[in-house]
C-alpha cells in the first residue's frame, strides 16, 4: 500500500528555511525553499533580481493565487533576509534545532517563522474565497533600495495590488498577539558639516576652528523639542549618533567637523520638512548638510474594519486583545502604505536579532490559525 506523505507543518516550513542562510541581501536557495512550498498549493511564481552595488543585487518574490473575478485580494508580506548570526550560538545559527518547546536559529522569529505560519495557512483557504499573494523581499534588514518598493511596481505590472496586505514582523512583546501596529514613525538621517581654516593652535588668528561651531549648532539642535507626541505617536526625537574630527595633530586646529543625526518623526512632520528645518539651523551656525538618507515617512492605519478584523483573530484564537500601536522602528509597511491599507502581526520580538534567537512551537501553531482567519474576514470583506 502506498503510503501518502503528509504535507510539512508550519516548524517544518520554518527548519526549512532557516537551514537556507540568507543575510541580507538574501537570494538563491531560500527563495528556492519558498518557492517549493507555494508551488504545490497553485501560486505562480514570479522571482526578479534587481539592483547593483553597493545596495543590491536583492532577490524579491512574488506568488499569486488569483480567485474568482472580481474577489477580493489579500496580501502577506514579509522578508526571508536576517541580520548576521554574530558568535555566541549554542548550536549553528543556520542549523535549526528543536529544544523542549522551542524552536532556535536565526529568523525563527524575524521573520522565516512567520512567512512559513502564512504557508501554514494558506493551505486551508479554498481558491474561491478570493485571490491571496505573497510578497517576499530579500533586502529588508539591509537597505531595502531594491526589496518592497520594486516588488510593489512588478505587483502594478501584473494588476495585481491587494486590497489589504499584513506584514508579518515580530509584534507581539509578552504574549503572542498582544500587540498590532497599525502605523510607523518615520526616519531620517542626516550629516552635518562646518567648515574652517586649518592652522597652528599657537596662531588662531589665523586659522577659523571649526568645532565650537559645530558643538553650538548641536546644541541647539539637541534643545529642540519637535513635538510633544499624538494620539497614536510617541513623541519625534533627534538624536546625535556621531561627532568627527580627523585630526590627528595634537598642534592643528582642524579645517573641518563633521556629525551625524538620526530623527525618529511622528505624522506631524515630513522628511522633507525635518531636513529644511536642520538645515536653516545648520546654516545659520556656518554649516551645512553634506547627505540625507530619508527611509520612510510615518504613516498611520486609521484604527477600523482592518485593524478590528485582525484583534478579533487574535481574541478568538488566544483570549488575547491587542493593543494597537506605532512603536518601535521602521519596516516594509512604510512602502507597502502606499498601496492599500496595511497592519502588521507577527511573533514575540523577545529574541529577535540576538544569539540563540528562538520561536515558541505553540505559538507557530496559533500563529497559522490567526492568520487563517484574518485572509479568510479580508477575502469577505
Not at 4 to 23: F, G, K, N, R, T
Request: aromatic share 6%; glycine share 10%.
Amino acid at each position: 500500500m502506498t503510503r501518502v506523505q503528509s504535507p510539512p507543518d508550519a516548524a517544518e516550513m520554518a527548519e526549512a528555511l532557516i537551514a537556507c542562510p540568507s543575510v541580507t541581501p538574501a537570494s538563491g536557495m531560500v527563495f528556492d525553499c519558498l518557492a517549493r512550498l507555494l508551488v504545490p498549493l497553485d501560486f505562480e511564481i514570479f522571482r526578479a533580481i534587481h539592483g547593483e552595488a553597493p545596495d543590491g543585487p536583492v532577490e524579491n518574490l512574488i506568488a499569486i493565487r488569483r480567485g474568482p473575478t472580481g474577489s477580493r485580494h489579500f496580501a502577506f508580506a514579509g522578508h526571508l533576509d536576517v541580520v548576521p548570526p554574530g558568535d555566541g550560538w549554542t548550536t549553528g545559527a543556520f542549523a535549526p534545532e528543536r529544544r523542549g518547546d522551542l524552536l532556535y536559529g536565526r529568523g525563527a522569529v524575524d521573520m522565516k517563522g512567520s512567512i512559513a505560519a502564512m504557508v501554514a495557512a494558506v493551505r486551508a483557504i479554498p481558491a474561491e474565497a478570493g485571490t491571496l499573494s505573497f510578497l517576499i523581499t530579500g533586502d529588508e534588514e539591509g537597505p531595502a533600495t531594491y526589496g518592497t518598493k520594486v516588488m510593489m511596481e512588478g505587483m502594478r505590472n501584473i494588476g495585481a495590488i491587494p486590497d489589504l496586505c499584513l506584514v508579518g514582523e515580530p509584534t507581539s512583546v509578552a504574549r503572542l498577539g498582544d500587540t498590532v501596529k497599525i502605523g510607523r514613525r518615520g526616519s531620517v538621517n542626516m550629516w552635518l558639516e562646518v567648515a574652517g581654516v586649518q592652522g597652528h593652535v599657537a596662531y588662531p588668528h589665523l586659522a577659523d576652528n571649526p568645532v565650537p561651531k559645530l558643538v553650538a549648532l548641536l546644541a541647539e539642535l539637541d534643545a529642540m523639542v519637535l513635538d510633544e507626541g499624538t494620539d497614536w505617536f510617541q513623541p519625534s526625537n533627534l538624536e546625535i549618533t556621531q561627532i568627527e574630527v580627523d585630526n590627528p595633530a595634537a598642534n592643528v586646529i582642524p579645517a573641518l567637523a563633521k556629525a551625524r543625526l538620526s530623527i525618529r518623526f511622528n505624522d506631524r512632520h515630513t522628511g522633507t520638512g525635518l531636513v529644511e528645518r536642520v538645515g536653516k539651523i545648520a546654516g545659520a551656525h556656518g554649516g551645512r548638510i553634506a547627505k540625507v538618507d530619508l527611509s520612510g515617512e510615518a504613516f498611520l492605519t486609521e484604527p477600523g474594519p482592518f485593524s478590528q478584523l485582525v484583534c478579533d483573530a487574535v481574541e478568538a484564537e488566544t483570549g488575547t486583545v491587542p493593543e494597537l500601536s506605532t512603536s518601535g522602528g521602521t519596516s516594509d509597511a512604510r512602502f507597502l502604505k502606499d498601496f492599500c491599507p496595511v497592519v502588521e502581526l507577527g511573533l514575540r520580538n523577545a529574541t529577535m536579532h540576538k544569539t540563540d534567537e528562538a520561536v515558541d512551537l505553540a505559538d507557530l501553531a496559533a500563529l497559522v490559525r490567526i492568520y487563517k482567519r484574518i485572509a479568510l474576514a479580508a477575502l469577505r470583506g
